[in-house]
């Protein structure tokens, strides 16, 4: 050791050393700098190129794009690396690109500038809504999902509501294809007091469709064809839009055919020409057609057709009057139901075709003018009627179908078109019958006898008791007028009383022959003789009386009435006996 350091070592005083000690140089290895000095350092900074403060907003240039960030240059001494999730809204983000930032951190632990897009946006976004929202500016939005009744939309980092009405002039069926993609906007409402915005892409299109839709609107006249496309189908008809304006095609205007839906002629999205058949005074309701384009099928009907051809075709409606029945695409024909049967009785046409049957008929009248045809079944097969004298002749004795019935008689069909009528009084020799229903059913099978013939008029006169033995014929031999029989008195009122006879006959005794010898009236139930003092065989009525067995004047009555019932058979049989000499006259000549 020199004599010089060793004078220096000396001087040193350990206390003096330890207090003057610089620790921060010992454990950094660098000379502490004062904080006067540093703030003065500082300000001294501010202003100049590259110096940027921490939750500043400002803006930078995107200088590099990689496969999952952005690299932003802010002019500082470091560039700052985004994610491209903060741009999804703008899928075309390119280098050059001025985007706005905010400083997060000026270094981190890596000394690496750490900047935010999504940050710097939402602090600038209300600003920037409320002025869109004033200017009526149109704003790029991300679609970020789906939600009840519409779209959530990024809109300057602000979540807006799109409603489903709001996304296109058009009814939106598939919302899914508008997810993750970025579209123009307009801000419609802004909720201050919730922080909702609501934006709109269908008032764009409106905007255009506007003046495009004035456009065609001053252009339109009748019979003009224009090229539209269908926007939407109904049971009724069919909306077309012509390019910013609707039209209605009628189901009836669809087709030539009958149709039962126009989902048969045309589809959602179709492009087709149709012809302008009719609008209002304003043009807002605007009548459409595409059957109107192509010539009517009644134009293309076989001339060579003519009433008396026969003809096959379809049923494609089916009416209780009849059936109408496509014979062409567009060409239908009616089948009234009288012409389906030669039956007279009324049925529905339901009872002989059904929609969708091939049928076969006959032309019974055409007219191409008024493109009208009616047709017939019945005339494809022969007229029951031409020979029925010959199968049903008067007096013949036949089994049928009761179809019908009603207060006056039964109506039987003896074959098909063949039916008769059974007048209630033809029914029964003994019973009376108050109405047909009370003796037969509808589908019962009826013995009748032909009474009448009517073959002009088409009309059979049936009988059912004619086919059974006339019990009035016996009666008529044993119930004669001033015979005596033993009766039962079975009713009684004010007019007189109801007498049954063993056989079953019953006879009406008026009161004033009720009077019994010893005095006073015959009673309900009692049993006497009775004698008969009227009998009428085609009335089927029987008088007797018990006061005519002892009384002699009313006994004279009696024998004056018999002697008159005989004059009148003599008369009968001499009438009988002079036709028929009359009869043999006129063969002799």
């Known amino acids: 050791m020199s004599e010089e350091t060793k004078n220096t070592?000396?001087?040193?005083?350990?206390?003096?050393?330890?207090?003057?000690?610089?620790?921060?140089?010992?454990?950094?290895?660098?000379?502490?700098?004062?904080?006067?000095?540093?703030?003065?350092?500082?300000?001294?900074?501010?202003?100049?190129?590259?110096?940027?403060?921490?939750?500043?907003?400002?803006?930078?240039?995107?200088?590099?794009?990689?496969?999952?960030?952005?690299?932003?240059?802010?002019?500082?001494?470091?560039?700052?690396?985004?994610?491209?999730?903060?741009?999804?809204?703008?899928?075309?983000?390119?280098?050059?690109?001025?985007?706005?930032?905010?400083?997060?951190?000026?270094?981190?632990?890596?000394?690496?500038?750490?900047?935010?897009?999504?940050?710097?946006?939402?602090?600038?976004?209300?600003?920037?809504?409320?002025?869109?929202?004033?200017?009526?500016?149109?704003?790029?939005?991300f679609v970020k999902c789906r939600t009840r009744g519409g779209m959530i939309v990024d809109v300057f980092g602000i979540e807006a509501f799109l409603p489903g009405s709001q996304i296109d002039v058009k009814p939106i069926r598939d919302y899914d294809q508008y997810v993750e993609k970025t579209m123009e906007f307009k801000v419609v409402k802004i909720n201050h007091e919730f922080k909702n915005v609501v934006v709109s892409h269908k008032a764009l299109i409106e905007a255009d469709l506007e003046d495009q839709k004035r456009e065609i609107i001053g252009q339109l006249e009748k019979g003009q064809v224009l090229e539209g496309v269908v926007k939407n189908v109904t049971s009724y008809g069919v909306f077309v839009d012509l390019g910013g304006v609707d039209g209605l095609i009628h189901i009836t205007d669809l087709s030539w055919s009958r149709i039962n839906h126009p989902n048969e002629v045309v589809e959602l999205d179709q492009k087709l020409n149709v012809v302008i058949l009719d609008f209002d005074d304003n043009?807002?309701?605007?009548?459409?057609?595409?059957?109107?384009?192509?010539?009517?099928?009644?134009?293309?009907?076989?001339?060579e057709l003519k009433v008396g051809d026969n003809v096959k075709g379809k049923v494609v409606v089916l009416a209780?009057?009849?059936?109408?029945?496509?014979?062409?695409?567009?060409?239908?024909?009616?089948?009234?139901?009288?012409?389906?049967?030669?039956?007279?009785?009324?049925?529905?046409?339901?009872?002989?075709?059904?929609?969708?049957?091939?049928?076969?008929?006959?032309?019974?009248?055409?007219?191409?003018?008024?493109?009208?045809?009616?047709?017939?079944?019945?005339?494809?097969?022969?007229?029951?009627?031409?020979?029925?004298?010959?199968k049903y002749p008067v007096g013949s004795k036949h089994s049928g179908t009761v179809r019908n019935y009603t207060n006056f008689g039964v109506f039987v069909e003896l074959e098909e078109g063949i039916d008769g009528l059974v007048y209630i009084s033809d029914l029964s020799w003994t019973k009376k019958i108050k109405h047909p229903s009370d003796f037969v059913t509808v589908g019962d099978k009826l013995e009748v006898q032909v009474l009448e013939l009517d073959v002009e008029n088409r009309k059979l006169n049936l009988g059912h008791k004619q086919t059974l033995e006339n019990p009035w014929d016996a009666h008529e031999s044993k119930y004669t007028i001033g015979s005596i029989h033993d009766g039962t008195i079975k009713e009684k009122n004010d007019k007189g009383a109801t007498v049954a006879f063993a056989d079953g006959v019953e006879a009406f005794a008026p009161t004033r022959f009720l009077e019994k010898e010893e005095g006073g009236k015959l009673a309900k139930g009692d049993a006497v003789k009775f004698q008969v003092t009227e009998f009428s065989k085609e009335y089927r009525r029987i008088?007797?009386?018990?006061?005519?067995?002892?009384?002699?004047?009313?006994?004279?009555?009696?024998?004056?009435?018999?002697?008159?019932?005989q004059e009148v058979e003599k008369t009968t049989l001499g009438d009988i006996g002079g036709l028929a000499e009359l009869k043999k006259k006129m063969e002799g000549k």
């Open 320 to 390: 209780d009057y009849g059936a109408f029945v496509e014979v062409e695409d567009g060409v239908e024909g009616l089948i009234h139901v009288s012409e389906m049967s030669w039956s007279t009785h009324l049925r529905s046409a339901q009872d002989f075709v059904q929609v969708g049957d091939e049928v076969e008929a006959q032309i019974l009248t055409l007219d191409r003018e008024e493109r009208k045809m009616s047709l017939g079944i019945k005339q494809l097969h022969p007229d029951p009627w031409t020979d029925i004298t010959t």
């Open 9 to 141: 070592a000396e001087a040193v005083n350990p206390a003096e050393f330890l207090a003057n000690f610089d620790w921060h140089k010992y454990e950094e290895g660098i000379e502490a700098v004062d904080e006067a000095k540093l703030k003065e350092f500082e300000t001294a900074l501010e202003g100049t190129v590259g110096f940027v403060n921490e939750r500043d907003v400002i803006e930078g240039v995107v200088v590099r794009v990689t496969d999952r960030d952005a690299i932003i240059d802010i002019n500082s001494k470091s560039e700052g690396v985004i994610s491209l999730n903060e741009f999804r809204y703008n899928p075309n983000l390119a280098v050059g690109d001025k985007v706005e930032v905010l400083v997060d951190k000026r270094e981190d632990s890596s000394g690496q500038l750490v900047l935010s897009h999504k940050k710097a946006r939402v602090i600038k976004a209300w600003d920037r809504v409320n002025n869109a929202h004033e200017t009526g500016e149109i704003v790029n939005g």
């Open 283 to 303: 043009k807002s309701r605007i009548q459409l057609g595409l059957k109107q384009l192509s010539a009517h099928p009644w134009e293309a009907l076989n001339p």
């Open 543 to 565: 008088v007797v009386s018990h006061t005519s067995i002892f009384r002699e004047e009313e006994q004279k009555n009696v024998k004056a009435a018999a002697k008159k019932a």
